[in-house]
């Protein structure tokens, strides 16, 4: 089992910047890809940016990308979301998410089904 708790999120303004960060615990030394779900109101969660146990490979939405960076430090058992030039658009509780996948690359770990555990869920609003 593994736990995941989010923290970071808030009000912003439009342009603003925010670091959502997710503590695991529990049975941590298993290779697990790590990602970040996102979801709005009335909307499907959906991916948003995810690093693989290696932290080499990562991927990104393409709403997202060139605005947020993902990075994790295994060592603490932490994942960390960076997100600049927030827009409105972005406005959504932000998931941080845990799992083996059966295998690498883009088709599994950009997928909210092949990760095995989740955290409460942070709130991010970005203002116009």
């Known amino acids: 089992q593994v736990q995941l708790v989010e923290s970071g999120g808030g009000l912003v303004q439009a342009g603003g910047s925010l670091r959502l960060s997710c503590a695991a615990s529990?049975?941590?030394?298993?290779?697990?890809?790590m990602g970040w779900f996102r979801q709005a109101p009335g909307k499907e969660r959906e991916f948003v940016a995810a690093?693989?146990?290696?932290?080499?490979?990562?991927y990104y939405a393409d709403s997202v990308k060139g605005r947020f960076t993902i990075s994790r430090d295994n060592a603490k058992n932490r994942v960390y979301l960076q997100m600049n030039s927030l827009k409105p658009d972005d406005t959504a509780v932000y998931y941080c998410?845990?799992?083996?996948?059966?295998?690498?690359?883009?088709?599994?770990?950009?997928?909210?089904?092949?990760?095995?555990?989740w955290g409460q869920g942070t709130q991010v609003t970005v203002s116009s």
């Open positions: 998410a845990a799992g083996v996948l059966p295998r690498s690359g883009p088709y599994y770990i950009t997928r909210s089904n092949y990760y095995a555990y």
């Open positions: 690093a693989s146990w290696s932290t080499s490979n990562t």
């Open positions: 529990g049975r941590t030394e298993s290779m697990y890809a």
